[in-house]
């Protein structure tokens, strides 16, 4: 049972132009939703993040948009360098009980190319 | 502040053995999370310790352990190694609290021969 769920294993876009990936949940618990970057040998990173309680995050090149009625966040990045190439993460994580705030739960990823 | 460290990076180890993994957190660090990465399940929470104490768990067998110690430093303990445990293993560390997010370390290669 695949609670976080990115549909599109793969992603590719002009330099410049702007990425988009998207994610879906659902879980109605999680309230609290994250992006990472991987690149190959090398842990995830954050990049950022976005609470139940709004509907938009923004972080320089990168804007988090939360849909919850939709049970749909994505990421948006303007623009897209070639740096920006790597796995992307969705994560979401429930404060359920207060106790559960180390626990995330990933999506399978988005390989993402950008083309210089 | 020095970045999530783990240890050792790469490892070898046959059916049947045990190994053993170490994590350092970020100091002041107390929430440390091991994750499993495998190319068809993608990234698997294992379990989560808090202060010295497991506060959560993930859906793996009772061969995968692990602990804390009072200076946040964790372990992973997987006994009677199988085929399937091959994984890269990540661990990371936050605060813990309900707007922390988890910092990754580099992860350590596990290969069951």
């Known amino acids: 049972d695949q609670q976080v769920k990115q549909n599109s294993p793969s992603l590719s876009v002009q330099e410049g132009r702007i990425s988009i990936l998207n994610c879906d949940y659902t879980?109605?618990?999680?309230?609290?939703f994250l992006w990472y970057k991987k690149y190959p040998a090398e842990g995830p990173t954050f990049l950022i993040s976005?609470?139940?309680?709004?509907d938009k995050n923004e972080d320089g090149r990168f804007t988090v948009f939360l849909n919850k009625s939709a049970k749909h966040l994505s990421l948006h990045i303007v623009p897209s360098q070639p740096g920006d190439s790597a796995v992307y993460f969705c994560a979401a994580r429930s404060s359920l009980g207060g106790t559960s705030y180390g626990k995330l739960t990933f999506g399978q990823g988005t390989i993402l190319t950008v083309h210089p | 502040k020095a970045g999530v460290t783990q240890t050792p990076r790469y490892l070898i180890k046959t059916r049947g053995q045990q190994v053993t993994l170490s994590c350092s957190p970020i100091s002041g660090h107390r929430s440390v999370s091991w994750y499993q990465q495998t190319p068809g399940q993608g990234l698997q929470f294992l379990f989560e310790?808090?202060?010295?104490?497991?506060?959560n768990k993930g859906n793996f067998p009772g061969r995968f352990s692990g602990r804390q110690f009072s200076n946040s430093r964790s372990e992973m303990n997987v006994s009677t190694l199988e085929l399937g445990d091959s994984a890269l293993y990540l661990c990371a560390s936050s605060l813990g609290t309900m707007v922390s997010w988890q910092f990754f370390g580099p992860g350590t290669r596990l290969t069951v021969l």
């Open positions: 879980n109605s618990m999680f309230d609290y």
């Open positions: 310790y808090f202060s010295e104490t497991q506060r």
């Open positions: 976005i609470s139940s309680i709004k």
